[in-house]
């Protein structure tokens, strides 16, 4: 399976401000996703990153919140704009070569919004 | 959509026992249900995986089991030794799909 490297792994912001989130494939995939897992709970995913075009946000994420990009088969960012302690969370890239196949997933990025 | 349940929550079990999380999930067009695990600190990571035309599958101390009568599969880890400690996660993505949906974790604390 590939490997994922997210960057930064944790950070500490203050609310108001924004974060972007670089998730790095070592190799090309035909999907990537971003989830978000707050403390001690599940897995929610966000959006699904389509290579160059908008990306896909599930109910009740929105594009002005969490801008996604993704400009090729091995590179995807996620912006959390605006934050505010409620965004205090894990956020996690995720990959997979097709639909129905093994998805695998980076170290994922700990947030805490102050 | 999709919903997928997992039980128990946690589960303690000593050394050497055996270990078994369930799962249901609503959707009878659901086809692929992969098992993760996530350690501290980490993303999760695949173990097994099972799609719908088959009713077993193992590896080594890992097996699953699909009953799509009843939607409902399950992990059972054997001889469980203490660094099988971790969160679990069953998923199920529909046929044809890409999105996972999983269910909500189950803590495993193998005592030494």
């Known amino acids: 399976s590939a490997v994922i490297s997210q960057k930064p792994s944790r950070d500490i912001c203050q609310r108001g401000t924004s974060l972007t989130i670089q998730c790095q494939v070592d190799s090309q995939v035909t999907m990537m996703f971003w989830y978000r897992q707050q403390p001690g709970q599940s897995l929610t995913l966000i959006a699904t990153?389509?290579?160059?075009?908008?990306?896909?946000?599930e109910s009740g994420f929105v594009i002005d919140k969490f801008p996604i990009s993704r400009p090729n088969l091995t590179f995807s960012t996620l912006t959390v704009s605006n934050m505010s302690p409620e965004d205090s969370s894990i956020y996690l890239c995720s990959g997979a070569t097709g639909a129905n196949t093994e998805a695998f997933f980076g170290q994922g990025t700990r947030l805490t919004v102050v | 959509g999709e919903n997928v349940e997992q039980h128990p929550s946690t589960l303690s079990v000593q050394e050497g026992d055996s270990a078994v999380i369930k799962c249901t999930y609503s959707?009878?067009?659901?086809?692929?249900f992969p098992w993760y695990k996530q350690e501290l600190g980490k993303g999760p990571q695949l173990i097994i995986d099972i799609r719908s035309n088959v009713g077993e599958k193992k590896d080594q101390r890992i097996a699953v089991t699909l009953n799509k009568t009843a939607k409902h599969f399950s992990l059972h880890i054997t001889e469980t030794q203490p660094e099988d400690s971790a969160v679990y996660f069953c998923?199920?993505?529909?046929?044809?799909?890409?999105?996972?949906?999983f269910g909500g974790g189950t803590r495993v604390l193998v005592k030494p």
């Open positions: 990153a389509n290579q160059g075009s908008e990306a896909t946000y």
């Open positions: 959707d009878s067009a659901s086809n692929y």
């Open positions: 998923a199920a993505i529909k046929a044809a799909g890409n999105k996972l949906t």
